[in-house]
């Protein structure tokens, strides 16, 4: 993968070539704003370091924000942060008739190569009451999809709608297809993480993923994806939302230790409790055993959900996107001569299904702007608080099985299933007729008795009940050989085996191993 200089325009004419671009916009309504409920301006939003105002103005910094997203050029432009208005509409004074939620005029230029992908207008009512509440402003705060309209258009034959997710203000995904075929090659998804909760970060990837396998139920397999925007984390070593990728151990920002270090399971233990400790913001020393076991459990959480689902992502290798302070209470941002000592961070990143798509360039972040490194951002080069990312893929088709391994697969799963079928049947008939000849001998008995009068309904007798035991230790010791036979054919299994099996048996391979299929 090629770096290439920063701004380079992304320009593609293939269709299994595309470009995207992420631009974490800096929302007018969250530069300096004052919080409702403190009175004050968050620290995340005070830009301490930006001396010149004039940086900051809408007037100054929304055209310069326009050109860049224009002169990028790429396939498709994830936004983040893009701030909606009400149209304008004299005949709507009322809040239950507002204007629905529109486009801000310095971006539509962009409208004449692109179109965009966004909530429905009541998410947006619903991502707009906070900002009501807390920050006096009747406006939506979104993500976006703009999208090449010569190129692309959204793929509607297994539509997935944002509209009923409520979660529309951090994920925005579509499936998408070349204008020149009537198949979805591509989900683009635009994501904006939770700024402070591990485990919410966590929930947004996996409801991003979840949208993106509803576009591809018709498949053995997912679509292609690319997961663009702002993480809000640095998906380092040992964070939860690392045990997503699988990058390979020389790449920056892989899920596992790099050669050399030490022990990888001493080692990865230790990043564990780093992250841990970061995302708490607490120090090292103050982390509980309660901690680590919630922290422990989530990360086991991720690895089971990426296992099930059969994802094999990857982090395209950027640098970072924010010099900002570091607004841990635990850190002074000031130097000895009383300046602000500002912070690199690699919050922006490009995540993609890496067996089928080939990144082949990418812009150059912050590690080759010496510039923004000293002033921060935005700056008189970068309009917005995140340097944009941009980058080119490939795509391949997807892997899969051969013919004939394929067929021994799915016949060695026919195989195993009609033999525990067979043992469940032989078994039960064995129940059941026990069952059967136990009734006959206890109602002759019954037959010598001569009953005074009706009784009540009547405990079973001793040996029914030892009948009933002995069948439920059966069926428990059934069901656990079944279940262990189960887990041993999935064991070892590649991840294109794993596809066909769940393809085949319209569940995961571990709900499969749990409860095996409806007889």
């Known amino acids: ?32 704003p004052i919080d409702q409920r403190t009175g004050e301006i968050q620290p995340f939003a005070a830009f301490e370091w930006v001396k010149d105002d004039d940086l900051l103005r809408n007037e100054t910094r929304l055209p310069r924000l326009l050109t860049s997203l224009e002169n990028c050029g790429t396939d498709f432009i994830c936004v983040q942060e893009l701030q909606l208005e009400r149209a304008e509409d004299s005949h709507s004074n009322s809040s239950d008739t507002r204007p629905p939620f529109v486009l801000p005029s310095w971006i539509k230029p962009l409208l004449s190569k692109y179109q965009i992908i966004l909530p429905s207008q009541p998410q947006l009512d619903k991502i707009a009451e906070r900002n009501r509440r807390v920050l006096l402003a009747d406006v939506a705060v979104t993500n976006g999809i703009f999208y090449n309209l010569n190129k692309w258009v959204p793929d509607s034959s297994n539509k997935q709608s944002n509209g009923d997710d409520e979660h529309t203000n951090t994920c925005i995904t579509q499936a998408f297809r070349s204008v020149d075929s009537d198949d979805a090659s591509i989900v683009i998804s635009s994501i904006h993480l939770d700024a402070s909760r591990e485990e919410q970060r966590c929930a947004q990837i996996q409801r991003c993923l979840g949208q993106t396998a509803s576009f591809s139920s018709h498949l053995p397999h997912a679509l292609p994806l690319i997961i663009a925007g702002d993480y809000n984390c640095e998906l380092s070593i040992g964070s939860c939302v690392s045990a997503f990728i699988k990058n390979a151990p020389g790449d920056s920002n892989s899920s596992l230790p790099k050669e050399g270090e030490e022990d990888s399971k001493s080692g990865m233990e230790e ?105 921060g951002l935005p700056n008189e080069r970068v309009p917005t608080d995140h340097l944009p990312l941009a980058a080119m893929f490939k795509i391949h088709p997807h892997p899969q099985l051969d013919q004939g391994p394929r067929k021994q697969l799915l016949a060695s799963l026919e195989e195993l299933e009609l033999k525990q079928n067979a043992d469940t049947r032989s078994t039960v008939a064995a ?10 001998k206890l109602q002759s008995q019954e037959l010598v008795k001569v009953e005074e009068k009706p009784k009540r309904k009547k405990k079973p007798h001793p040996e029914m009940i030892q009948h009933i035991r002995q069948s439920r230790a059966l069926k428990k010791q059934l069901k656990q050989t079944q279940t262990k036979e189960r887990e041993q054919f999935v064991s070892g299994r590649c991840v294109l085996e794993r596809m066909e099996l769940q393809h085949a048996l319209e569940m995961t391979c571990n709900e499969w191993i749990e409860k095996g299929r409806a007889k």
């Not at 607490?282 to 990360?299: E, G, M, R």
């Not at 129940?431 to 006959?440: F, P, R």
């Open 1 to 32: 993968m090629a770096k290439i200089p920063y701004g380079t325009r992304l320009v593609t004419s293939s269709s299994d070539i595309i470009s995207i671009s992420s631009f974490n916009l800096l929302a007018p309504l969250y530069v300096r």
């Open 271 to 375: 990043h564990k409790l780093r992250e841990c400790a970061s995302a708490l913001r607490i120090p090292l020393t103050s982390v509980t055993p309660d901690n680590v076991k919630q922290w422990h459990s989530l990360y086991d959480d991720v690895e089971t959900h990426v296992y099930d689902n059969c994802w094999v992502l990857k982090r395209a290798n950027t640098g970072p996107t924010r010099m900002a302070l570091d607004h841990d209470e635990s850190n002074d941002n000031t130097t000895e001569s009383n300046e602000l000592c500002l912070k690199p961070w690699k919050l922006d990143h490009f995540v993609y299904t890496s067996n089928t798509l080939e990144a082949i360039k990418y812009w150059s972040t912050l590690e080759d702007d010496a510039e923004s490194f000293k002033t």
């Open 431 to 440: 129940i059941d007729k026990e069952k059967i000849d136990l009734e006959e």
